[in-house]
């Protein structure tokens, strides 16, 4: 598997299980103020007394040893009046923060500091933190030893500012970030997170820590290979305008959708031209994934979808295992948590390092390849890209504490 999960925060949905499996947000906003790249970045201020402020998400079905390796860059510009967990590995899914097992807090004075499940402090706590700064923020989580041989570790810009090797902390299956995350009396605060990524130890690439990187969406944004699907709202058979109706940032459901129970009918699309995320031609393009939000117009175990990905026109398909929706309502990737995405690529289809030249010829659609007598309906497709910037790649400082910059 390697990377689980990265979000942006860029469908810009502010509803459980479209991007983000648990959302609590009393005093938090998905909004552009908050972004350090992309449109959309997660804003923790105005904070509820005993409210979680943050997002999570569960990337297991059962709750598992690790290792999981965390990053998300977080920006300070008002520190919160008393300790406040702001990262949590966690064993629970009632919120944001439930029964947490590693733990990264922002503190009064501007420093982080990790703790384990009982809220202890591991070691000292970072330098202050600058105002109004990116720093790149990492928790790893190992429970594999026996209880008392545990790992939990905390970076920040890469360097690592604590770790322990002796803890006793249980097995995980979600992660948060934002505020309040322990339901903490705290009321102050202005604090913003984005471009969030998470790893595993499994696979070739994207084994340890996900470093440095920006996350951008890619969408639709002109008729690709092919436009098979239908019996959409608007419309009845497939057409060149497929794309209008899969390009929106936060997914509109049934107010637009392409829709086949034919076998093989396939929709790709072009997508946007990344300069617009100021892509460079030098910039690392670390992950690719496909998203998608899809339904059965009437629930079968049956009727199946493969998401698809292609680098140009005419190319090489690279394709996801079959998704089986299996249900009414719209989900995001699959029809049940955890809702991972299905295809995950680290090359292109043709096992060359993604670049910003074939992101900008890349087609990325869907195709029914198990058809039953129901429809599956697709509302929102789009490609989630990590890339790591040239003007910042390795440059990380001996000290851990210079900014990644201002967005």
């Given at each position: 598997?390697?990377?689980?999960?990265?979000?942006?925060?860029?469908?810009?949905?502010?509803?459980?299980?479209v991007e983000?499996?648990?959302?609590g947000?009393?005093?938090?906003?998905?909004?552009a103020?908050?972004?350090?790249?992309?449109?959309?970045?997660?804003?923790?201020?105005?904070?509820?007394a005993?409210?979680?402020?943050?997002?999570?998400?569960?990337?297991?079905?059962?709750?598992?040893?690790?290792?999981?390796?965390?990053?998300?860059?977080?920006?300070?510009?008002?520190?919160?009046g008393?300790?406040?967990?702001?990262?949590?590995?966690?064993?629970?899914?009632?919120?944001?923060?439930?029964?947490?097992q590693?733990?990264?807090?922002l503190?009064?004075?501007?420093?982080?500091?990790?703790?384990?499940?009982?809220g202890?402090?591991?070691g000292?706590?970072?330098?202050?933190?600058?105002?109004?700064?990116?720093?790149?923020?990492?928790?790893?989580?190992?429970?594999?030893?026996?209880?008392?041989?545990?790992?939990?570790?905390?970076?920040?810009n890469?360097?690592?500012?604590?770790?322990?090797?002796?803890q006793?902390?249980?097995n995980?299956?979600?992660?948060?970030?934002g505020?309040?995350l322990?339901?903490?009396?705290?009321?102050?605060?202005?604090?913003?997170?984005?471009?969030?990524?998470?790893?595993d130890?499994?696979?070739?690439?994207?084994?340890?820590?996900?470093?440095?990187?920006?996350?951008?969406?890619?969408?639709?944004?002109?008729?690709?290979?092919?436009?098979?699907f239908?019996?959409?709202?608007?419309g009845?058979?497939?057409?060149?305008?497929?794309?209008t109706?899969v390009?929106?940032?936060?997914?509109?459901?049934?107010?637009?959708?392409?829709?086949?129970?034919?076998?093989?009918?396939?929709?790709?699309?072009?997508?946007?031209?990344?300069?617009?995320?100021?892509?460079?031609?030098?910039?690392?393009?670390?992950?690719?994934?496909v998203?998608?939000?899809l339904?059965?117009?009437?629930?079968?175990?049956?009727?199946?979808?493969?998401?698809?990905?292609e680098?140009?026109?005419?190319?090489?398909?690279?394709?996801?295992?079959?998704?089986?929706?299996n249900?009414?309502?719209?989900?995001?990737?699959?029809?049940?948590?955890?809702?991972?995405?299905?295809?995950?690529?680290?090359?292109d289809p043709?096992?060359?390092a993604?670049?910003?030249?074939?992101?900008?010829?890349?087609?990325?659609?869907?195709?029914?390849?198990?058809?039953?007598?129901?429809?599956?309906?697709?509302?929102?497709?789009?490609?989630?890209?990590?890339?790591?910037?040239?003007?910042i790649?390795?440059?990380?400082p001996?000290?851990?504490?210079?900014?990644?910059?201002?967005?």
């Amino acid at each position: 598997m390697a990377r689980i999960h990265q979000s942006g925060f860029e469908l810009a949905s502010q509803s459980n299980d479209v991007e983000w499996s648990m959302l609590g947000l009393s005093g938090a906003t998905l909004t552009a103020i908050a972004a350090r790249s992309g449109g959309y970045g997660l804003r923790c201020n105005g904070l509820g007394a005993f409210a979680t402020s943050g997002a999570g998400f569960q990337f297991a079905s059962v709750a598992a040893a690790g290792p999981y390796f965390l990053r998300g860059y977080l920006r300070v510009k008002t520190p919160p009046g008393g300790t406040n967990r702001v990262m949590t590995f966690q064993s629970g899914n009632a919120g944001p923060g439930a029964s947490s097992q590693a733990i990264i807090a922002l503190e009064s004075n501007r420093t982080l500091t990790l703790r384990n499940q009982s809220g202890t402090q591991i070691g000292s706590a970072t330098a202050a933190l600058s105002a109004d700064s990116w720093y790149m923020v990492e928790l790893q989580v190992d429970a594999n030893p026996a209880s008392g041989s545990r790992v939990i570790e905390g970076r920040l810009n890469g360097v690592v500012f604590a770790t322990s090797s002796t803890q006793s902390q249980g097995n995980v299956f979600a992660y948060s970030i934002g505020g309040n995350l322990n339901s903490e009396f705290e009321t102050t605060g202005d604090w913003h997170w984005d471009d969030i990524a998470l790893n595993d130890s499994t696979g070739s690439f994207q084994t340890s820590y996900p470093g440095e990187g920006k996350i951008v969406h890619l969408r639709p944004n002109a008729a690709g290979d092919s436009n098979a699907f239908g019996t959409q709202t608007g419309g009845t058979a497939g057409a060149a305008n497929n794309w209008t109706r899969v390009k929106e940032i936060s997914p509109d459901e049934a107010t637009s959708f392409n829709g086949s129970s034919t076998l093989n009918n396939e929709d790709l699309f072009n997508v946007d031209d990344p300069s617009w995320a100021n892509i460079s031609g030098s910039d690392t393009i670390n992950v690719v994934m496909v998203g998608v939000r899809l339904r059965n117009n009437t629930s079968d175990a049956t009727t199946a979808l493969r998401l698809e990905v292609e680098k140009a026109a005419a190319g090489t398909i690279q394709q996801s295992a079959d998704i089986i929706p299996n249900g009414t309502s719209f989900a995001t990737n699959v029809n049940a948590v955890p809702h991972n995405y299905q295809l995950v690529t680290y090359q292109d289809p043709d096992s060359s390092a993604w670049t910003r030249s074939t992101l900008n010829t890349m087609q990325i659609g869907y195709k029914l390849t198990a058809a039953g007598t129901n429809r599956i309906d697709v509302t929102t497709v789009w490609a989630s890209v990590d890339f790591t910037p040239v003007t910042i790649a390795n440059t990380i400082p001996i000290s851990g504490l210079t900014n990644l910059g201002t967005g």
